[in-house]
């Protein structure tokens, strides 16, 4: 479940188009992970955004650790500070 969305628009999109998206793992919680993203158009970056989306429990829809292997593959995806 995407629980927050920030979008920073740095240009116009051009509709029809080709949009090219970066996307890497900034933090690792119990549930939850972060993400950054980098929208590029004509090789020109269009937009940043960071989300955190949560794993839940599709039932009770309640939080739900991240699975060790999860975890572990997760962790490799991991941006370093640039």
């Keep these: 479940m ?3 969305l920030n979008v ?4 116009e999109l ?7 998206i970066g996307t890497g793992v900034i933090k690792l919680g119990n549930s939850s992970i972060g ?3 980098e929208l590029y158009q004509n090789n020109t970056l269009a937009a940043t955004a960071e989300t955190v989306i949560v794993q839940i429990d599709e039932l009770t ?21 640039k």
Excluded: C, F, M, Y
């Design 2 to 4: 995407i629980v927050q």
């Design 8 to 11: 920073s628009l740095k240009t």
């Design 14 to 20: 051009q509709w029809p188009g080709i949009v090219s």
């Design 35 to 37: 993400l950054e993203q």
């Design 61 to 81: 829809k309640k939080p739900v650790g991240l699975s060790e292997d999860a975890r572990n593959v997760l962790s490799r995806l991991i941006l370093h500070a």
